[in-house]
């Protein structure tokens, strides 16, 4: 990779957190840079082209979890699951600044299309592929509070972060092997 190609990925990731993918040009990013758009152009096709380079290592990561994922089920898939996304969370943090508030947006693009299965994979995993609606709603919540929680916290170290990330996971997560919560009976309700 060049010092150009490097510089305009560098430039690139600081205009799309300070003004968001949409709000950031190419002309923005090679005027940082110092060169032209067709310089910008020269090394990458389109935007999309530079934040799926950008977002490479990220995606790389997330397929690996999902590939670690397959055929586990109940408690193991929800531990992996929750130490797999919190690494991966803590790790690209700068990353997931990028993407925020842009996430539903930026799924629609051809190069991010497979990311919603992956998604709705491992929150299903977090959720210990159970059909319980607390389940797979804080599963949800949680996915989508992490990566908001990485983008946040820039003062916060990763061990810190990824500790009371965890933390919060493992109290949130409904255990499958759990009971079914009771429904009162209609001699409960007379007593």
């Given amino acids: 990779m060049s010092d150009t190609h490097g510089e305009i990925l560098a430039a690139a990731a600081r205009q799309f957190t300070v003004t968001g993918y949409r709000g950031t040009s190419l002309q923005d990013i090679a005027r940082e840079v110092g060169c ?6 020269y090394h990458f096709a389109n935007k999309e082209a530079l934040l799926a380079e950008l977002m490479a290592p990220a995606i790389g990561v997330l397929r690996d979890l999902d590939d670690r994922l397959t055929g586990l089920t109940g408690a193991a898939a929800q531990e992996v699951a929750a130490q797999g996304f919190v690494d991966l969370a803590v790790r690209f943090r700068r990353e997931i600044a990028v993407l925020r508030g ?12 497979h990311i919603q299965q992956i998604s709705d994979r491992l929150r299903d995993a977090l959720a210990g592929h159970s059909e319980r609606p607390g389940a797979r709603i804080a599963a949800l919540v949680l996915l989508a509070g992490i990566s908001e929680a990485c983008g946040e916290f820039a003062d916060i170290t990763d061990d810190d972060l990824r500790s009371a990330l965890l933390t919060l996971v493992r109290r949130a997560v409904e255990p ?15 007593s």
């Fill in 102 to 113: 842009e996430f539903p947006e930026l799924l629609c693009q051809p190069a991010f299309a």
């Fill in 36 to 41: 032209s758009k067709a310089t910008v152009l």
């Fill in 176 to 190: 499958v092997d759990a009971p079914l919560p009771q429904q009162p009976t209609t001699e409960d309700k007379d």
